[in-house]
């Protein structure tokens, strides 16, 4: 059954997207920590999952159901606990980096209504690591919270593996699983790190700090790498093999892409950054289809948490059954609100995608 604040939220969107697209972001992170405060939210929404029958195992860890929010919308862990209860299976958040920084000259963001997208240069704005472990220590939700990372604008491509290793030390007593972020459109030379020997590298590097932090605290927290949804076929075949060699615990596909296809002729579309949305739907369905069957043809169980151009329940279904074994939505969550949440939470898909890591 469809919870009140569903049934309210496109009366709220109407307001919110009379604004710009990221005062209206602001806006309703702010509206959703002042109902959190209030009690209303335990009243119009669904409510927490955290804890509940019907756990799915991934990465080692039990997810209550297969629909998570993707990183972005709530890059600083302010809303961790309102997001918990709208349904969500799962949260992650940032991207964070270790040091605070601004990110793009505004505006940065920029809705495309009538094809359902939004593009969004944003640079991995963020209070820095510090800001977010304190809030993750400060949440309520029992929940899982994942945490994405990324390098600072200013760091060399060469030194980025200091960055993600300074992250991921500090998150690690509060995060229950990493996300290595290399598929940002907007922070320069960074996918350059999804291939090759730069790739291996860093993973390399990331797995044994992992197992080092590990045998430090006796506490095993899953790494999962995002990629960009602009690769091609041979490339995603690399970065799959190359993954399942490191021993990654989980794969995001995907981030948002800077084709612009299908959307050419819009208003906004000129504009530098990334692509997400209806647009993507097709290409990151097509990757995800190449990623499963490139983790197969190496006799791989990575899961792989598909996200990117998830707008309707069927578009999540389509993702389930291509074998991914959770989703995550932003855009399609920002367009529908929590009416999308509730109906992929409530799916019935069965067995498929029910993978341990």
Same mark, same amino acid.
């Given at each position: 059954m469809m919870s009140a604040l569903a049934r309210m939220y496109p009366w709220m969107r109407n307001f919110l997207f009379r604004l710009d697209a990221e005062q209206s972001h602001d806006k309703a992170l702010a509206g959703l920590r002042f109902m959190q405060r209030t009690g209303l939210l335990k009243k119009l929404a669904r409510g927490s999952v955290a804890g509940q029958p019907g756990v799915i195992k991934v990465m080692g860890l039990d997810f209550p159901n297969r629909v998570g929010l993707a990183a972005g919308l709530d890059k600083d862990g302010e809303c961790i606990d309102a997001f918990g209860s709208l349904g969500f299976g799962f949260i992650e958040v940032g991207t964070v980096t270790p040091k605070p920084q601004v990110g793009s000259d505004k505006p940065r963001m920029f809705r495309l209504e009538d094809r359902q997208a939004i593009i969004n240069r944003m640079g991995f704005n963020n209070l820095g690591v510090e800001k977010l472990v304190s809030r993750l220590q400060a949440r309520n939700w029992p929940g899982i919270v994942g945490v994405n990372i990324g390098k600072n604008k200013d760091t060399p491509a060469e030194s980025a593996h200091i960055d993600y290793l300074d992250c991921f030390r500090a998150v690690h007593s509060v995060a229950d699983y990493v996300t290595i972020n290399l598929s940002s459109p907007n922070t320069p030379g960074l996918r350059a790190l999804q291939f090759g020997?730069?790739?291996?590298?860093?993973?390399?590097?990331?797995?044994?700090?992992?197992?080092?932090?590990?045998?430090?605290?006796?506490?095993y927290v899953p790494l999962a790498l995002k990629i960009a949804p602009d690769l091609t076929h041979e490339e995603?075949?690399?970065?799959?093999?190359?993954?399942?060699?490191?021993?990654?615990?989980a794969l995001i596909a995907t981030n948002t892409t800077l084709s612009r296809q299908g959307v050419e002729a819009a208003q906004h579309a000129r =504009?530098?950054?990334?692509?997400?949305?209806?647009?993507?739907?097709?290409?990151?369905? =097509?990757?995800?289809?190449?990623?499963?069957?490139?983790?197969?043809?190496?006799?791989s169980d990575m899961p792989v948490i598909a996200s990117g151009g998830i707008m309707t329940p069927s578009d999540a279904a389509a993702k389930l059954q291509r074998g991914a074994a959770l989703v995550q939505v932003y855009t399609g969550f920002i367009y529908a609100g929590p009416a999308l949440v509730e109906a992929i939470a409530d799916l019935d898909m069965g067995q498929p995608g029910d993978r341990a890591a």
């Open positions: 020997s730069a790739l291996d590298q860093l993973l390399e590097t990331m797995k044994a700090e992992q197992a080092r932090l590990e045998k430090q605290s006796g506490r995603v075949q690399s970065v799959a093999v190359q993954a399942h060699r490191a021993g990654i615990d =504009e530098i950054g990334g692509l997400s949305g209806a647009p993507l739907t097709a290409r990151a369905d =097509e990757l995800l289809q190449w990623l499963v069957t490139a983790l197969r043809e190496v006799d």
